[in-house]
């Protein structure tokens, strides 16, 4: 539940009137309802790529990265033999909408295994360029990474990282496969499965009891003291956010190959779970550099966890959290269980979001059953927060037909961003919730 905040509730120096005043919608936000806000500050691609800091080149070099490290993935993670070392997924018609199934991506069966990975590999390149075994990225043999002696080498160096279960699932993986020494800082939210299963890689997992953004100020604090440790700072990291970009080009591709065209008069709509905002914030950055004003991007965050949501109305970013607004962060989807969101994405992408709406648990739950039982498709809840986008952003447009509105006919693009590695029993206490729910209403 919300605290109750009165009128004269001081909120950064401001009484709670003055914020209604002035942000309306915040009355339905505090009170953990659903809401749909469409962005207003909404620019044209044009506008707004140019004054920014990251951009097209940037993404190519996540991209050419991740194709010289393909030829160790595809040895070190067998299951990507067949893809030829590329972590990617599938994209799915379902009724109406497309699926893309980073449930399925390899590794580690969420949207993480696109920024983790990635980040923990730019570190390895960096770490063999810095200490001179190699003079340029041609010099190195990527196929060998997985030897002893460079295994002997990579454990010299560690890896922090803070996490909600999935980013840490991912970094602990990889960074484990590659020989790094690492440690996960998780959030109380984290599931038991997912530390685990980090412990039996020989990841050191450190508990805490508060939430994602203690667990990352933690991490990040340790991490500084030494200096053979590589923090991955989720809440700021160009890195991690390039490693997720890179999926809208590899989108695009499968796109074209389906014979979906996207245009003015198809443009896509993308929805996309939100917890901090780097993955949802990677890919929508992607997006909109390989579609342009083709593409809208609607962020979906729980009720209870609307982080970017109330940094990108306010204007606020990394400087509000949900629990300013006496709204406690406790969610089912543990993915999104975020209270303060990135100030790196919220400053960079706040005339690229086309809006953000919220997600009751139950709904979720409710979605997450009926996804398995009409198409076999197992989901964490945190991973159907966008499949409510479809009819919940079509009739928010609608109301604002004429100013917003697009003339063609929307295909729509869930974003589908983990699941693949929850446990069968912790799975089927999800769909029972959710079964319950359905039964129920
Ligand atoms: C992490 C995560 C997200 C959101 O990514 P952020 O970078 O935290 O915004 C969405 N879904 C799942 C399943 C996740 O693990």
């Not at 699932?169 to 020494?181: N, P, R, V």
């Not at 590589?230 to 796109?255: C, K, P």
């Not at 917890?275 to 965050?301: I, N, T, Y």
């Amino acid at each position: 539940m919300a605290e109750v905040l009165n009128d004269d509730t001081l909120i950064a120096g401001t009484m709670y009137r003055e914020w209604l005043e002035r942000y309306p919608l915040l009355e339905e936000i505090v009170a953990l309802n659903e809401v749909t806000w469409l962005n207003p500050a909404v620019q044209p691609v044009a506008t707004v790529l140019p004054e920014l800091d990251v951009g097209t080149g940037d993404v190519d070099a996540a991209d050419a990265r991740l194709k010289r490290f393909a030829p160790y993935i595809a040895r070190a993670f067998p299951e990507t033999a067949a893809a030829g070392g590329v972590i990617e997924s599938p994209v799915r018609r379902i009724d109406t909408v497309w699926l893309k199934c980073d449930h399925a991506l390899p590794i580690s069966g969420s949207i993480k295994a696109r920024g983790g990975i990635y980040e923990v590999l730019a570190y390895a390149e960096r770490l063999l360029l810095e200490e001179e075994r190699a003079t340029d990225v041609t010099q190195i043999d990527y196929a060998a990474l997985g030897e002893p002696a460079y295994r002997e080498f990579f454990s010299r160096y560690s890896i922090a990282v803070g996490s909600t279960g999935n980013l840490g699932l991912s970094i602990g993986i990889m960074g484990a496969k590659i020989g790094f020494s690492v440690t996960v800082h998780m959030s109380a939210d984290a599931r038991r499965w997912k530390k685990d299963l980090l412990r039996s890689l020989g990841v050191t997992v450190i508990e805490y009891a508060d939430d994602y953004s203690a667990a990352v100020a933690e991490g990040r604090r340790q991490a500084e003291a030494d200096p053979h440790c590589h923090f991955v700072d989720d809440e700021n990291s160009v890195t991690l956010f390039m490693g997720y970009a890179v999926a809208a080009r590899r989108l695009a591709v499968q796109f074209v190959d389906a014979g979906v065209v996207v245009d003015a008069d198809h443009p896509l709509y993308a929805y996309l779970p939100c917890g901090v905002g780097g993955g949802p914030g990677g890919v929508a950055f992607g997006l909109k550099l390989a579609f342009g004003d083709s593409v809208r991007c609607f962020f979906a965050e729980p009720t209870h966890s609307p982080a970017m949501l109330l940094g990108l109305y306010t204007g606020l970013h990394d400087e509000v959290c949900v629990q300013d607004f006496g709204i406690d962060n406790r969610t089912a989807a543990d993915g999104l269980a975020v209270g303060r969101p990135s100030g790196f994405v919220g400053k960079r992408m706040h005339a690229l979001i086309d809006g953000v709406f919220t997600v009751d648990d139950d709904t979720m739950f409710r979605e997450l059953a009926l996804l398995y039982r009409n198409e076999g498709i197992a989901l964490e809840p945190s991973a159907l927060a966008g499949i409510v986008g479809p009819p919940r952003i079509t009739a928010a447009l609608g109301r604002v037909r004429g100013s917003a509105g697009d003339a063609g006919a929307p295909i729509h693009l869930v974003w589908s961003t983990g699941g693949g590695m929850v446990p069968a029993d912790q799975m089927a206490e999800y769909r029972e919730t959710g079964e319950r729910l359905l039964a129920g209403s």
